[in-house]
């Protein structure tokens, strides 16, 4: 197996003081999926940042294919352009990832940054439009789309870029039930076609969907367990030490019943 990412000995920490995270050490294969899970605030979207190079580690290495990813080995174009081209950032939020004017010239845009002639870059703009269904959306402005049209359109400006590694945060946040199952299966397919995927989550049920290698962050930012995702779901008192389950307290008339809730089998409280 090719490892095409990995971390070694991470820390990192905001303005040198607010912890985010704590002797990373990980290593992700060619074509794997991969999934970084933790409670709000472990240092989820931290880890995604400094494997996309957004931000550097305080110490410790990141190795693409084999080679550090520094501020030095950076300075190298034909590095640094490997490198951008390779990963593609879904961010949680779709607004901070949308810019251009339309919603053509966002999905214009990194097929043109790649030097991809201006007709064969149109032709894979108008087949991503397809494939997610936006190409109603295709003149619009981002501010004039719902939170889960932005979506949609923030992963199609990944794909014309067709990244061999897919970075994705969160990928359920704000979106409603049928955006989200839409995305579950295209992640699904994207990882089938060959893509590296590495995503964040919170929602267990994700896990058991994907099936992914899962590395386990805690409130202290290390990581706790590295596993397969059966192996890390079926240890309950392990999820509860993490905050990924809870323990509730039910009252029925008299009797109190003290029991543990999978988030993933219980949706509804
Ligand atoms: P998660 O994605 O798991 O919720 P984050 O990676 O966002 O966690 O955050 C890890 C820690 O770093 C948290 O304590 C958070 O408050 C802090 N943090 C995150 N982003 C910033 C930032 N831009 N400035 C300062 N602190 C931050
Ligand atoms: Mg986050």
């Keep these: ?72 080995s950076l300075r190298d174009k034909n590095f640094a352009i490997q490198l951008r081209q390779s990963m593609g950032f879904i961010f949680q939020n779709p607004d901070i990832q949308l810019f251009c004017p339309t919603v053509f010239d966002e999905l214009m845009f990194a097929p043109l940054q790649l030097n991809i002639p201006y007709e064969a870059a149109v032709q894979r703009v108008e087949e991503t439009l397809s494939y997610l269904s936006i190409g109603h959306l295709k003149e619009r402005p981002p501010y004039m789309l719902s939170g889960g049209e932005k979506k949609r ?12 590694i897919l970075l994705v945060d969160e990928p359920l946040s704000g979106l409603d039930p049928k955006t989200q199952t839409f995305f579950i299966e295209l992640l699904i397919e994207l990882n089938r076609a060959g893509k590296t995927i590495i995503f964040t989550t919170h929602h267990l049920d994700l896990i058991d969907h994907l099936q992914p290698t899962v590395a386990v962050l805690s409130e202290g930012h290390t990581i706790r367990k590295t596993g397969s995702a059966t192996e890390i779901l079926s240890d309950e008192e392990f999820l509860i030490s993490v905050n990924l389950i809870h323990e509730h307290i039910h009252k029925h008339g008299e009797e109190v019943h003290k029991h543990n809730h999978l988030h993933y089998v219980f949706h509804k409280h």
């Design 1 to 72: 197996m090719e490892e095409i990412i990995s971390l070694k000995n991470i820390t990192y920490s905001y303005f040198g003081k607010i912890p985010a995270l704590k002797n990373i050490n990980l290593s992700v294969n060619k074509g794997e999926i991969f999934s970084i899970i933790g409670h709000n605030g472990s240092g989820k979207s931290t880890l995604l940042s400094i494997i996309n190079a957004l931000i550097h580690p305080d110490s410790g290495e990141v190795l693409f294919k084999g080679k550090a990813i520094t501020e030095n």
């Design 153 to 164: 359109v923030a992963i199609a400006s990944v794909l014309t870029m067709n990244p061999e």
